[in-house]
T-cell receptor, first 111, second 115 residues
Framework: GESVGLHLPTLSVQEGDNSIINCAYS??????FIWYKQESGKGPQFIID?????DKRQGQRVTVLLNKTVKHLSLQIAATQPGDSAVYFC??????????FGPGTRLSVLP | DSGVTQTPKHLITATGQRVTLRCSPR?????VYWYQQSLDQGLQFLIQ???????AKGNILERFSAQQFPDLHSELNLSSLELGDSALYFC??????????????FGQGTRLTVV
């Protein structure tokens, strides 16, 4: 079946550097994408979303890029902080259907 | 606080037993989703309800069932429990309906341990 996957299962970055987490999706009909952050022992927390009619969306220190041509999604975190350490999931949605999650990338911020 | 409430937070039970997990969605949200997360694994979609009706089904075992009540809270029933059912079970809710999309908000999860 169609699924969402991630290129990098783990990512270590120095505090203050920028982080880029990537995601590949295979369902071309997906029209809505979300990045979630999950800290240990907690539920996933919404970070940022993007609809398929957009290429880029910016939030506070985070930017999501969507490349529909190659079915690729990325999350950029500027000036990564220790509190950013978590597992990040991308999720896709198609017209209000269930959210399909990727396997997750663990981000580790080094002092 | 996401506004989604799940109870209980922790549950320990023996193999073969049956448990019920409860979820109260955010006020106004009509959709409820259930996900299973095993240790260091991703979120596996189980089932979705919208306004009391089953909307989508994922890899949910026949031993598992769910329902959404008129007050929109939902319950996930797990029966004939096996050791492999030990996992975090998350509930999420959103206002999403047919033809629309919006983010889903997750509860803190129920950690089920089957011994």
């Amino acid at each position: 079946g169609e699924s969402v996957g991630l290129h990098l299962p783990t990512l270590s970055v120095q505090e203050g550097d920028n982080s880029i987490i990537n995601c590949a999706y295979s369902n071309s009909a997906s029209d809505y994408f979300i990045w979630y952050k999950q800290e240990s022992g907690k539920g996933p927390q919404f970070i940022i979303d993007i609809r398929s009619n957009m290429d880029k969306r910016q939030g506070q220190r985070v930017t999501v890029l969507l490349n529909k041509t190659v079915k690729h999604l990325s999350l950029q975190i500027a000036a990564t902080q220790p509190g950013d350490s978590a597992v990040y999931f991308c999720a896709e949605n198609n017209y209000g259907q269930n959210f399909v999650f990727g396997p997750g990338t663990r981000l580790s911020v080094l002092p | 606080d996401s506004g989604v409430t799940q109870t209980p937070k922790h549950l320990i039970t023996a193999t073969g037993q049956r448990v019920t997990l409860r979820c109260s969605p955010r006020s106004g949200d009509l959709s409820v989703y259930w996900y299973q997360q095993s240790l260091d694994q991703g979120l596996q979609f189980l089932i979705q309800y919208y306004n009391g009706e089953e909307r989508a089904k994922g890899n949910i075992l026949e031993r598992f069932s769910a329902q959404q009540f008129p007050d929109l809270h939902s319950e996930l029933n797990l029966s004939s429990l096996e050791l492999g059912d030990s996992a975090l079970y998350f509930c999420a809710s959103s206002v999403v309906g047919p033809g629309s999309d919006t983010e889903a908000f997750f509860g803190q999860g129920t950690r089920l341990t089957v011994v």
